[in-house]
């Protein structure tokens, strides 16, 4: 799994060629059709530079709300950079502060103040 911290750095656009076949059928088509926004979603939220802080929240709100609603999950390289509290964007050094402490990474929202411990996989180093 991916220990490394922050994602603003390396191995983004890795998930970008994937090439699925495509299915026309309805009940394929609305899944697909929410997939595809959370691809759009997590474009914006990968690359957090210069834009706006409103936009950003509202797209990780968006993204929270799409994957709860159509069960497909948020974005996994984004899940532990939205809030828990008040789903905005977690940006460390910006709206978040981020520790790590014998392999836990201790986040902390500036937005709504919420703390998450999240542990980290130990690499052998
Ligand atoms: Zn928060």
Redesign the pocket.
Known sequence: MISSLGWQGSGIDVAKKRSTRRSHSLRAGRKNAALTAREDLYSILSSPRGRPKQMLDAAAQQMWRLGTRHRIGIHPDTKHWI?R??K?L?RPGVSATVRIRESVRIST?L????IRRFILAKEGR
């Open positions: 809030c509290g008040c905005s977690m929202c937005n709504c103040g919420r």
